[in-house]
């Protein structure tokens, strides 16, 4: 068992384990990871037959009011989209709008059940990625879900403040990509949005050093074709990694948006007060 990544799959097992929609898509992503760790062809077929029974019970439980809500039902299709994610990107994003369409649709009482949250915030994250790609703002109604969600979820984990932030981040790059900037105020609007965000992150980064702590260690002796410049960093578990990562990815993104901005301002013409601020 790994921590954090869908480490929410035995407690929604739990109360649906015979839920035949689940037991076929949990079958088919592990008789995919099978036939990858051992490069057996043979299973990998077998696991995109498995893969293709899964998509049949997906699109009978979806045209159940019933099943649909279920949270078997959306770990199926969390489930099957790491499929998607391998084979084609278009695919994967197309497969990403259903989920979170699939998501919207179970509504606010969704959020009463222990796995609705860590499953929101999977969707979450990968409609995230799928925006920064795409320069594509994320969904108005998945912000409505996430604002109830955070009456339930716990509003100090690093997970939830950092999927906070990759919303807005994901706002701010697509707003700063679709918008003409041709006055000043504008720009400064901009600005003001990315050094407020800039300085949110670094209060998160706080909460990240107490939660997920990680040590540096300088090697001078090692492989440097392992360690980088004699250094390397030291992470309690790959989940830690994972958090750090996203984070560090998200600030060169806001950074990237702020360079752009100051890029734009240089040649704008701006008023001399805000040049020199």
């Not at 076929?24 to 036939?35: C, D, K, N, Y």
């Not at 403040?161 to 790059?173: I, K, Q, S, Y």
């Not at 250094?231 to 990694?241: H, K, T």
Request: proline content about 5%; charged content about 20%; hydrophobic content about 40%.
């Amino acid at each position: 068992p790994s921590r954090g990544y869908l480490d929410y799959v035995p407690a929604v097992f739990s109360a649906d384990g015979e839920n035949p929609t689940l037991i076929a898509s949990m079958a088919a992503v592990g008789l995919a990871a099978l036939a990858n760790s051992t490069q057996q062809p043979e299973l990998s077929q077998r696991a995109r037959t498995k893969y293709w029974e899964a998509i049949d019970k997906v699109n009978a439980a979806l045209s159940s009011p019933v099943e649909s809500i279920k949270d078997s039902t959306l770990m199926s299709v969390i489930s099957l989209g790491l499929f998607e994610h391998v084979s084609n990107f278009e695919t994967w994003f197309q497969y990403i709008k259903g989920t979170v369409a699939l998501v919207v649709s179970r509504g606010k009482s969704q959020f009463s059940s222990p796995a609705s949250i860590p499953m929101f915030n999977q969707v979450r994250a990968d409609m995230c990625a799928a925006c920064v790609h795409r320069l594509e703002p994320f969904p108005r109604d998945m912000l409505e879900l996430q604002e109830e969600a955070s009456k339930q979820a716990d509003n100090s984990s690093c997970l939830w403040l950092l999927g906070v932030l990759a919303t807005r981040t994901v706002n701010l790059l697509s707003d700063v990509t679709v918008t003409k900037i041709k006055d000043g105020a504008t720009l400064a609007y901009f600005l003001e949005e990315s050094a407020i965000l800039q300085r949110d992150f670094q209060d998160v980064l706080g909460n990240f050093r107490t939660q997920e702590p990680y040590a540096t260690i300088e090697d001078h002796s090692g492989d440097p074709d392992l360690i980088y410049n004699s250094r390397y960093d030291l992470y309690r578990s790959a989940w830690a990694i994972r958090l750090w990562n996203n984070s560090r990815i998200l600030q060169v993104i806001i950074c990237e948006i702020e360079f752009h901005l100051l890029s734009k301002a240089l040649t704008a013409g701006l008023p001399p007060a805000r040049q020199k601020e």
